[in-house]
């Protein structure tokens, strides 16, 4: 069974940073595409990054492009954001999600397979 569990979600003020880590468990982790979206109350679910495990190839929306960074532990099936610079913008419930084969761009949700259940990022003022 394919599970991904994110957590390092929290409360952090403008300016600060914080790390979200995304386990996998069920699936060959080197094969994948893992992608990291977000979504704010009222709005649209949005890709913010995109890491294709066996080329360590990184993707980013532009919004968050130089503050944050994809990364990846392959021997523990970790997927990594860290994410500096916050603002209050950047508030929303945040999700991994895999998919397999090799996306050489920043996907749409419906393009991937398997979603965790996401973690709170609050960015105060």
């Known amino acids: 069974e394919v599970q991904l569990v994110e957590s390092g979600g929290g409360l952090v003020q403008a300016g600060g940073s914080l790390r979200l880590s995304c386990a996998a468990s069920?699936?060959?982790?080197?094969?994948?595409?893992i992608g990291w979206f977000r979504q704010a109350p009222g709005k649209e679910r949005e890709g913010i990054s995109n890491l294709l495990t066996s080329e360590g190839r990184t993707y980013y929306a532009d919004s968050v492009q130089g503050r944050f960074t994809i990364s990846s532990d392959n021997a523990k099936n970790v997927v990594y954001l860290e994410m500096n610079s916050l603002k209050p913008e950047d508030t929303a419930v945040y999700y991994c999600a895999a998919s397999p084969g090799s996306y050489y761009y920043l996907p749409s949700p419906g393009e991937y397979n398997y979603w965790g259940r996401g973690t709170q990022v609050t960015v105060f003022l």
């Open positions: 069920g699936f060959t982790f080197d094969d994948y595409n």
